[in-house]
């Protein structure tokens, strides 16, 4: 199996050894590079203990419980957290989808059915980190060092970042900001909604006005040049184009 080396953590509550296994073996051999860590649960009150203190971002859910409720323990969860359902049963699909879960799956699942919810879990965090700000370990802002000094700038504040030889330039609203790191090194510590659209540039997908083949406008009325390999990562993360 492939070794999980992803930053998510998942939390997989089924009574059914059966079950638990099959959702690890899913997550291991096609999500690898999204989950770090895989916890198991055989009931609600073990559920309870492990959200408490590891703070799962995604939870595979079995509904009927020996007598429990899977849902019961939604209220534990943090608002980022993603529930999954995996149920032999349907009858609780409405339910579901009032709890807004990503998706509702049936037993015994395929892998081409967790590769579809693969995308829709990539999608929801991406959607999350564009509307808080955030990076995957819950950082809003970049700390630089600029004259001296350790300078906050939130990273809605950035409009975009151009490559400057060995430095980038980090522009905002206000002011530019030249820092002694490349883009590629730069790129880690940025949420997952800016985008690599060129060599030269990094660019907030909320910042973007209009694009066409090779070129894309900011809110700000910037041009900024598109790549082709940047066009096909805005169109298949963000369905843009």
């Known amino acids: ?138 950082k809003s802002s970049l700390v630089i060092r600029e004259s001296g000094m350790n300078v906050v700038v939130p990273f809605q504040d950035i409009e975009y970042v151009e490559a400057a030889g060995a430095y980038s330039k980090i522009i905002t609203g206000q002011k530019e900001h030249l820092i002694s790191k490349t883009l590629k090194v730069l790129s880690p510590s940025l949420p997952n909604h800016f985008v690599r659209v060129h060599r030269s540039f990094l660019v907030p997908v909320n910042q973007i006005a209009t694009f066409k083949s090779s070129q894309l406008c900011l809110k700000n009325g910037k041009q900024i040049a598109l790549s082709k390999t940047g066009k096909k990562v805005l169109q298949s993360s963000y369905g843009i184009g």
């Open 1 to 138: 199996m492939n070794a999980l080396n992803g930053s998510l953590c998942a939390l997989v509550l089924d009574d059914e050894k059966s079950g638990r296994d099959m959702v690890g073996y899913f997550i291991r051999e096609n999500a690898s590079e999204l989950f770090g860590q895989i916890y198991y649960a055989t009931d609600i009150a073990e559920a309870n203990q492990i959200i408490e203190e590891h703070l799962p971002d995604v939870v595979f859910l079995d509904i009927q419980l020996k007598g429990e409720l899977g849902f019961s323990l939604s209220s534990k969860l943090s608002t980022s957290s993603q529930i999954v359902v995996i149920s032999a049963y349907p009858e609780y699909a409405l339910q579901a989808i009032k709890m807004e879960v990503v998706d509702y799956l049936l037993k015994p699942i395929g892998e081409s059915d967790f590769l579809q919810l693969k995308q829709k879990i990539q999608k929801r965090i991406q959607q999350f980190h564009l509307s808080t700000g955030t990076t995957d370990n819950g």
